[in-house]
């Protein structure tokens, strides 16, 4: 035995003496017992790191994994911040999603709160995240926490905190709460009273819904007939009810999807994103041939679109996110919206257009709604991510509930004109040019990987890609006028745009493409959109290359 080794069993065993949940402690017991130290080592390495996007991480023992020591932890921080900032006495609200450990999380999380002085309300049962995010403002909390994962694999959980705003966490929010984390010593010193919060009944969410009928124009058509897959998440009851509320069709069910399922059993990652993730919803379009397909991910936050390309027996395609971004901007403005358009700087510059024709205010934010969300005057946000706010003053943060409204809305008025969705992406590209994106993106075990790929870019710059010169080349960890530093690149080049920055919330490098193609009429775009894939598959393969990835 080495002091390495004895101080490794130490700490895993003082951690096991402390931990509240048996599954956990169970886990925790067979590790030391069996010796296994290289996992021991992997749980123990170090702490989660709380952040702008909370905690997330994979469902374990120790204090490298999501648990409820950690949870438990993450609480009290949070609540010695609220009491420091004099909220001390202020409600808090907690909200959770379908997945493992996520009632038991937020359960903990309330006994913290109502232990530290504060008020503490647990939302009914799991809901969407947006219905937590309004129900910060509507309560007038001081703050609010959601228990998901989000779209992540099935073994994974994450703590997400809200302030009094209804926005999620930024700098030096998350730095001082993190320090208020790490100063709690022990599990011991953090009173967990077994009563005495409130657990809410449906009130909130009639709140909320009867909020959703104003995201939509009094008396628009309401036609558009759509497949809708929940993804095994919890977005499926509250999107009917509102799809209900509004006079649309009951969306079509994909069976398979429908009910919250912690475990995921059709996907291989719960994110309509994914390949094969909308495979069943496409599926059950082919039998029942909707106007459009809707999709949640599993904490409903997100609203993905897929669309079929041609007439009968046509093939159904996912709508990229900037084009969804696009159209709901399109549509907002032909019914007169006022106020700011913003998105982040890895979504497509194709708002920034639409909205200074309009003579609407725009912003570039960095990536993430906790920045969407606070741009002042917003009316419209979006993130390449698929990611929509279209009812800022109730939901300040994205809200896959709300844009699915809006994008049914806007398919039945195209419907009623004999058009579709994707006429309109034409005539958009006609108006503005083509704004084609992509995206490069690169999931590793080895967080190594990453940090080398970033490390590379900087030292060997590239001067070009796809034989279009880098015009400009920026490192955004410097920051610029307009926006606060981050870890990430941005090149511009002769009619293409690169951003470069590791992903915050999974162990991915990303890389957003965008190129704009002139387009001089309908006739030109096939030509148009020839040109722009081959630029994009160009740019991924040069890109590769220069990162070593």
Same mark, same amino acid.
């Given at each position: 035995?080495?002091?390495?080794?004895?101080?490794?069993?130490?700490?895993?065993?003082?951690?096991?003496?402390?931990?509240?949940?048996?599954?956990?402690?169970?886990?925790?017991?067979?590790?030391?017992?069996?010796?296994?130290?290289?996992?021991?080592?992997?749980?123990?390495?170090?702490?989660? *790191?709380?952040?702008?996007?909370?905690? !997330?991480?994979?469902?374990?023992?120790? =204090?490298?994994?999501?648990?409820?020591?950690?949870?438990?932890?993450?609480?009290?921080?949070?609540?010695?911040?609220?009491? !420091?900032?004099?909220?001390?006495?202020?409600?808090?609200?907690?909200?959770?999603?379908?997945?493992?450990?996520?009632?038991?999380?937020?359960?903990?999380?309330?006994?913290?709160?109502?232990?530290?002085?504060?008020?503490?309300?647990?939302?009914?049962?799991?809901?969407?995240?947006?219905?937590?995010?309004?129900?910060?403002?509507?309560?007038?909390?001081?703050?609010?926490?959601?228990?998901?994962?989000?779209?992540?694999?099935?073994?994974?959980?994450?703590?997400?905190?809200?302030?009094?705003?209804?926005? *999620?966490?930024?700098?030096?929010?998350?730095?001082?709460?993190?320090?208020?984390?790490?100063?709690?010593?022990?599990?011991?010193?953090?009173?967990? =009273?077994?009563?005495?919060?409130? #657990?809410?009944?449906?009130?909130?969410?009639?709140?909320?819904?009867?909020?959703?009928?104003?995201?939509?124009?009094?008396?628009?058509?309401?036609?558009?007939?759509?497949?809708?897959?929940?993804?095994?998440?919890?977005?499926?009851?509250?999107?009917?009810?509102?799809?209900?509320?509004?006079?649309?069709?009951?969306?079509?069910?994909?069976?398979?999807?429908?009910?919250?399922?912690?475990?995921?059993?059709?996907?291989?990652? =719960?994110?309509?994103?994914?390949?094969?993730?909308?495979?069943?919803?496409?599926?059950?379009?082919?039998?029942?041939?909707?106007?459009?397909?809707?999709?949640?991910?599993?904490?409903?936050?997100?609203?993905?679109?897929?669309?079929?390309?041609?007439?009968?027996?046509?093939?159904?395609?996912?709508?990229?996110?900037?084009?969804?971004?696009?159209? %709901?901007?399109?549509?907002?403005?032909?019914?007169?919206?006022?106020?700011?358009?913003?998105?982040?700087?890895?979504? +497509? +510059?194709?708002?920034?257009?639409?909205?200074?024709?309009?003579?609407?205010?725009?912003?570039?934010?960095?990536?993430?709604?906790?920045?969407?969300?606070?741009?002042?005057?917003?009316?419209?946000?979006?993130?390449?991510? %698929?990611?929509?706010?279209?009812?800022?003053?109730?939901?300040?943060?994205?809200?896959?509930?709300?844009?699915?409204?809006?994008? #049914?809305?806007?398919?039945?008025?195209?419907?009623?004109?004999? !058009?579709?969705?994707?006429?309109?992406?034409?005539?958009?590209?006609?108006?503005?040019?083509?704004?084609?994106?992509?995206?490069?993106?690169?999931?590793?075990?080895?967080?190594?990987?990453?940090?080398?790929?970033?490390?590379?870019?900087?030292?060997?710059?590239?001067?070009?890609?796809?034989?279009?010169?880098?015009?400009?080349?920026?490192?955004?960890?410097?920051?610029?006028?307009?926006?606060?530093?981050?870890?990430?690149?941005?090149?511009?080049?002769?009619?293409?745009?690169?951003?470069?920055?590791?992903?915050?919330?999974?162990?991915?490098?990303?890389?957003?493409?965008?190129?704009?193609?002139?387009?001089?009429?309908?006739?030109?775009?096939?030509?148009?959109?020839?040109?722009?894939?081959?630029?994009?598959?160009?740019?991924?393969?040069?890109?590769?290359?220069?990162?070593?990835?």
């Amino acid at each position: 035995m080495t002091p390495v080794h004895d101080d490794l069993i130490a700490r895993a065993k003082a951690w096991l003496a402390e931990d509240p949940d048996p599954e956990t402690r169970d886990e925790l017991a067979k590790l030391i017992d069996a010796g296994d130290t290289a996992e021991l080592a992997a749980r123990f390495s170090g702490t989660l *790191q709380f952040g702008t996007a909370g905690l !997330r991480g994979e469902l374990g023992a120790g =204090p490298m994994r999501m648990n409820r020591s950690v949870v438990i932890r993450a609480a009290a921080g949070l609540a010695a911040y609220l009491n !420091r900032k004099g909220a001390t006495g202020g409600l808090v609200v907690i909200g959770y999603d379908a997945r493992h450990k996520s009632a038991d999380f937020a359960r903990d999380t309330a006994a913290v709160m109502t232990g530290a002085g504060l008020r503490a309300a647990v939302l009914p049962r799991p809901l969407p995240t947006p219905v937590l995010a309004f129900a910060i403002r509507h309560l007038g909390a001081v703050a609010g926490v959601e228990v998901t994962a989000s779209h992540n694999p099935p073994r994974d959980n994450g703590y997400k905190v809200y302030l009094g705003d209804g926005s *999620q966490i930024v700098p030096p929010a998350d730095a001082e709460i993190a320090a208020e984390i790490d100063a709690v010593r022990s599990l011991n010193d953090v009173p967990r =009273p077994d009563a005495g919060w409130d #657990t809410l009944d449906d009130t909130v969410l009639d709140a909320y819904l009867a909020r959703t009928d104003a995201v939509l124009a009094p008396g628009s058509p309401r036609t558009a007939r759509t497949v809708y897959t929940a993804m095994h998440g919890v977005g499926k009851g509250t999107l009917l009810a509102a799809f209900a509320r509004a006079g649309f069709p009951a969306p079509v069910l994909v069976a398979e999807q429908a009910e919250p399922d912690p475990d995921f059993p059709t996907v291989a990652f =719960p994110n309509p994103e994914e390949p094969g993730a909308m495979d069943l919803a496409f599926a059950k379009a082919h039998e029942t041939d909707p106007d459009l397909i809707v999709a949640n991910d599993p904490d409903a936050d997100r609203c993905a679109v897929a669309v079929k390309e041609g007439n009968q027996g046509g093939a159904w395609r996912m709508l990229r996110g900037d084009e969804v971004g696009a159209l %709901l901007a399109t549509h907002l403005v032909r019914r007169g919206a006022r106020g700011t358009f913003a998105e982040s700087i890895v979504s +497509s +510059s194709l708002l920034g257009r639409i909205a200074e024709k309009a003579g609407l205010p725009y912003e570039e934010t960095l990536t993430g709604f906790k920045w969407i969300a606070r741009v002042e005057g917003l009316r419209y946000g979006y993130e390449e991510a %698929l990611g929509y706010c279209v009812d800022p003053e109730g939901v300040r943060d994205k809200d896959g509930i709300t844009a699915a409204l809006v994008i #049914t809305e806007l398919a039945s008025q195209l419907k009623e004109e004999g !058009r579709t969705l994707l006429d309109l992406l034409d005539d958009i590209a006609v108006e503005y040019g083509l704004h084609a994106t992509d995206q490069l993106s690169v999931r590793v075990q080895d967080l190594s990987v990453i940090a080398r790929a970033m490390e590379r870019l900087r030292e060997q710059p590239p001067t070009a890609l796809a034989g279009l010169t880098i015009t400009r080349a920026e490192d955004l960890t410097r920051g610029t006028d307009e926006l606060p530093p981050t870890d990430g690149l941005r090149y511009t080049l002769d009619g293409a745009r690169v951003i470069v920055r590791p992903s915050g919330t999974e162990p991915k490098l990303k890389c957003y493409l965008e190129v704009v193609v002139p387009v001089a009429s309908h006739e030109g775009l096939p030509e148009a959109h020839a040109k722009a894939t081959d630029l994009l598959a160009a740019i991924k393969r040069d890109l590769s290359t220069a990162a070593g990835i």
